[in-house]
């Protein structure tokens, strides 16, 4: 049969079935970055232009490094997926306004160069870069990620230019002062990383995120959920439960974390029980750090603890093939047990 060599027939071989969607990377990228929207405008309110600077710089590098290594390997470019930006972001978001302008540089490089680029880029990182990246951060740079600056609200109300943060009271055990109160720490008046200083900001890009349905409610909600619950019943000596409980959902990154990072794509379960299960787990192990371990805050170690898990999380709660019942999948293994042992 002759073929006119100019036709060109195309066959359309992908699996069955298929989804298509106007929402691409990039697209989802910049949702989040809005969502942050809110917490930028309050931290550079708060704390100023070095506020600005930090985030800004960090930003740069990130999709610098993003575009560096990938023209230095000769790969596609990716900077225009905005996912290297997102993470600049969220890195900046969990830094003091005190830390020096080169702090992130070397944050960024860690977190797009040996977290997800050496893994093969984007959607194959197994660890959240921008936590990984602090995490690598504060155990070389402590005391440059320990020292936080008065906002704006509380000059004059307290003498000098720093003080400890809310959860470093709750840590201690020590009793909170007059000006730490709910409505300041919803509002965003005290020392804190930027991006953690305000819950209400956070709560704002969380919803619009969940509206625009760019993540899902069950983690953020499993996670926040587990940490009420959790410092609700075991409570802490000077504090009542009640308020121990809300102190501790308002103070440190735990929104930042659960609604931002903890939901990142690559990193968390696709499974929903498997998302629940993992929103429990980071719950739990915060707790647990913000309790016992060496350090006031731990969502970052819990939510990195939890990307370990996720491949093992969705595995467990994998969906079983349309048609096919537990009865067959038990039956294939023992026939393919059968043939291995015939075959000795």
């Known amino acids: 049969m002759a073929v006119n060599q100019k036709e060109r027939i195309v066959f359309d071989v992908a699996y069955q079935p298929q989804v298509r969607t106007d929402v691409n990377t990039g697209r989802l990228m910049g949702r989040v970055i809005c969502a ?13 232009l070095q506020a600005l600077l930090l ?8 999709v610098f490094f993003e575009w560096a290594y990938r023209k ?17 972001l969220l890195l900046a978001m969990t830094m003091p306004p005190t830390a020096p302008l080169w702090l992130p540089v070397i944050g960024t490089f860690f977190g797009i160069v ?20 602090r995490a690598f951060l504060l ?19 307290v003498d000098g230019i720093s003080a400890a943060t809310p959860l470093s009271y709750l840590y201690s055990g020590e009793p909170m002062p007059a000006y730490y109160t709910l409505r300041s720490m919803m509002l965003g008046m005290r020392p804190g990383a ?39 019943i075991f409570g802490h000596e000077g504090y009542s439960n009640v308020d121990f409980m809300l102190l501790n959902l308002c103070s440190g990154g735990l929104f930042l974390a659960a609604i931002f990072m903890a939901t990142d794509y690559a990193t968390s379960p696709v499974t929903l029980n498997g998302q629940l299960l993992y929103g429990f787990g980071c719950g739990v192990i915060t707790v647990l750090i913000r309790y016992f371990g060496g350090y006031p805050e731990g969502v970052t170690y819990a939510i990195l603890l939890m990307n370990l ?26 026939a393919k047990k059968a043939a291995k042992e015939a075959a000795k």
């Not at 929207?37 to 309050?42: M, T």
């Not at 230095?72 to 600049?88: E, P, R």
């Not at 977290?115 to 959607?123: A, D, E, M, P, T």
């Not at 740079?141 to 004059?156: D, E, I, T, V």
């Open 194 to 232: 930027l991006g953690e200083i305000s819950a209400l900001a956070l709560l704002i890009g969380g919803i619009y995120l969940v509206v625009s349905k760019v993540i899902s409610w069950r983690i953020p909600v499993s996670f926040i959920g587990t940490v009420a619950l959790l410092t609700l």
């Open 72 to 88: 230095l390997l000769k790969k596609s470019a990716t900077i225009g997926d905005c996912s290297a930006a997102v993470t600049g």
């Open 55 to 62: 985030i800004a710089v960090s930003v740069a590098s990130a």
């Open 114 to 133: 040996v977290v997800k680029q050496l893994y093969g880029g984007i959607g194959k990182n197994f660890l959240n870069p921008a936590l990984a990246a």
């Open 139 to 157: 155990a070389s740079y402590a005391m440059a990620l320990g020292q936080f600056a008065l906002p704006r609200s509380l000059q004059g109300v």
């Open 36 to 48: 942050l929207l809110p917490a930028v405008a309050v931290s550079v309110w708060q704390f100023g």
């Open 309 to 334: 898990c996720t491949w093992a999380i969705d595995k467990a709660f994998h969906r079983h093939q349309f048609g096919v019942s537990k009865e067959d999948i038990a039956a294939e293994k023992a």
